[in-house]
């Protein structure tokens, strides 16, 4: 099947920690993004790559650092994870050709869960 | 800046009965605008977007939204709500000026659809 996958699909760990989400993406697209969805809901893009490079940094604490091993790939490393981190995350990607008209499509999230 | 309003926390509708579900947007350039659908524990479903062109959009599971650039809304509708289209629905817009931009999306709107 062609899709966003993300692995693994929930998360329990304790604070402090430090964890990994992975993001692969057989779309063929060339852009790749994570989201954050907090409890009420509300989505807020974190990263984007475009071919491994960083385009898109919010503003997000550096405890949280993406790493892109080629195109396909986007992963999520969280160090030392503290109680708000608690949330759902989303991988998303495009094919960036028409530029800020590309639809994302996105993964079925994992849910992280810091105890 | 971009920004998204979805004024509804939730919209209850019979089965059967017209589907409404409010947007409004506000961007310094030209807006592209994009519906996703959430189903529980589950990631975001692509509907709809606009890009340029007709003002009235078609897209999946016979969704449609209409763009209106006076009043700066995007609300998406479908004529007879089935009980499977209860599911979180979510606006969002896009800066055209921007290759990178940011994919700004409003706080959701929780659709329930009554037999």
């Known amino acids: 099947d062609t899709a966003v996958s993300q692995t693994p699909k929930y998360l329990v760990t304790q604070m402090g920690n430090d964890k990994s989400i992975k993001c692969e993406q057989n779309?063929?697209?060339?852009?790749m993004y994570w989201y954050k969805q907090d409890s009420k809901k509300f989505l807020k893009i974190m990263f984007s790559y475009n071919n491994k490079e960083l385009i898109i940094n919010e503003t997000v604490p550096n405890r949280f650092s993406p790493k892109s091993p080629d195109k396909a790939h986007l992963n999520l490393h969280i160090n030392s994870l503290e109680l708000g981190d608690s949330a759902v995350y989303f991988c998303?990607?495009?094919?960036?050709?028409?530029?800020?008209?590309?639809?994302?499509?996105f993964g079925p999230g994992t849910r992280l869960t810091v105890l | 800046a971009q920004s998204v309003a979805q004024p509804e926390d939730q919209v209850n509708v019979a089965e059967g009965n017209p589907l409404t579900v409010k947007c409004t947007y506000s961007v310094s350039g030209n807006p592209y605008l994009f519906w996703y659908v959430q189903y529980p524990n589950r990631g975001l479903q692509f509907l709809l977007k606009y890009i340029t062109g007709d003002n009235l959009v078609k897209g999946s599971y016979g969704f449609e939204a209409e763009f209106n650039k006076s009043q700066t809304s995007f609300h998406l509708k479908k004529p007879s709500a089935l009980v499977s289209d209860s599911a979180l629905y979510f606006c969002a817009v896009r800066d055209g000026r921007d290759s990178w931009g940011k994919l700004q999306f409003g706080a959701g709107t929780q659709v329930v659809v009554t037999p």
């Open positions: 998303a990607s495009s094919h960036p050709a028409t530029g800020p008209t590309d639809t994302q499509y």
């Open positions: 779309l063929g697209h060339d852009t």
